[in-house]
């Protein structure tokens, strides 16, 4: 493992995939709530996420409690990960990084 640059912490390879992944669903949740109305919709075709739903081989996954162990081999998906809440908060925040309001 290699120390993470910004916080000094143990870098996990498997932790921040998850997170990566987790930030392209909320960035779906939030831009598919700005635009649907006009007809436009958001989907991460490799996180299987439509419209705020997680899909997974071939079905819409189950909302896995936070309690129960994921591994590489589980189904489902992390009910934050859908989160209307924190998709606003991600979305708020990449504007503050970027300088930019969409």
Not at 33 to 43: E, F, L, W, Y
Not at 87 to 94: D, G, H, P, Q, Y
């Amino acid at each position: 493992m290699a120390s993470s640059i910004s916080s000094g912490t143990l870098y996990e390879p498997f932790v921040a995939y998850g997170r990566s992944k987790t930030a392209n669903a909320l960035f779906a949740v939030a831009f598919d709530k700005r635009h649907r109305d006009r007809g436009v919709r958001a989907v991460v075709a490799d996180a299987g996420q439509i419209g705020g739903r997680y899909c997974e081989n071939c079905h819409v996954a189950h909302i896995v409690p936070d309690d129960v162990t994921l591994t590489v081999e589980s189904e489902g998906v992390r009910g934050y990960a859908l989160d209307q809440r924190n998709a606003e908060a991600l979305w708020k925040k990449s504007e503050e990084l970027v300088g930019e309001s969409f």
